[in-house]
């Protein structure tokens, strides 16, 4: 059973920055893949990137200006963001799969996470 917790959302001004973190506890973030997925009023849930041990994974609307890292420990997930557009604002959530899992053998969406945050508020103003 793995807990997670986001922390580090509020507001930020366009082409400003933010770091979201996600502490886990109950186990670690090892061999899993996990991620960071948004949802904006009257949108679906969106990837925003996963990883796992093969690799970083990013939505296009996140490429170039964000970043997915872990701690050494593998129980902190981050998500740095930069360059920071009105259209970022939304609810950040951390998710984790089971262990082991590869985000692209066995993860086809949002439903294959079990482990979920409650969510950090991003709102991002010109």
């Known amino acids: 059973q793995v807990h997670v917790v986001e922390s580090g959302g509020g507001s930020g001004q366009a082409g400003g920055s933010l770091r979201l973190s996600c502490a886990a506890s109950?186990?670690?973030?090892?061999?899993?893949?996990v991620g960071w997925f948004r949802q904006a009023p009257g949108k679906f849930r969106e990837l925003v990137a996963n990883?796992?041990?093969?690799?970083?994974r990013y939505a296009d609307s996140a490429k170039g200006r964000f970043t997915i890292s872990q701690d050494n420990t593998k129980s902190t997930l981050y998500l740095q963001m930069n360059s920071l557009k009105p259209a970022d604002s939304a609810i950040y959530s951390c998710?984790?799969?089971?262990?082991?899992?590869?985000?692209?053998?066995?993860?086809?969406?949002?439903?294959?996470?079990?482990?979920w945050g409650q969510g950090t508020q991003v709102t991002v103003s010109t």
């Open positions: 998710a984790a799969t089971v262990a082991p899992r590869w985000c692209t053998s066995h993860v086809q969406g949002p439903g294959d996470f079990p482990y």
């Open positions: 109950g186990t670690s973030l090892r061999n899993r893949c």
């Open positions: 990883m796992d041990l093969a690799g970083l």
